[in-house]
């Protein structure tokens, strides 16, 4: 993989984690987290689960609404570990 590949991809995950992130309601995770989000989508879609949409646009060799339906598990698997499931605490004045 090149230089200008690997920037290329790593820019799709950024922008396809983005969307995830926008569609899901959860985050904000900044560029570096919005970046890790979006290519440990990618990878959990097209290599773990061996997942791609029919007719799926591709850029860069990555599907992009395959990538995004990835991004979207992850940030709310991310969102439900980082904090849980249970009643919300709120910090109240006494």
């Known amino acids: 993989?090149?230089?200008t590949a690997l920037i290329i991809y790593l820019l799709i995950a950024a922008i396809v984690s983005i969307i995830a992130e926008r569609i899901v309601g959860s985050g904000p995770w900044g560029l570096l987290g919005n970046i890790i989000v979006g290519v440990?989508?990618?990878w959990v879609m097209?290599?773990?689960l061996?997942?791609?949409f029919p007719g799926d646009l591709v850029v860069g060799g990555v599907p992009i609404l395959t990538a995004i339906v990835g991004a979207m598990i992850v940030d709310v698997l991310i969102s439900?570990?980082?904090r849980g499931t249970g009643p919300r605490r709120s910090w109240r004045r006494q």
């Open 1 to 3: 993989m090149s230089i």
């Open 40 to 42: 440990i989508g990618i």
């Open 46 to 48: 097209l290599d773990v």
């Open 50 to 52: 061996h997942l791609a």
């Open 80 to 82: 439900l570990l980082v």
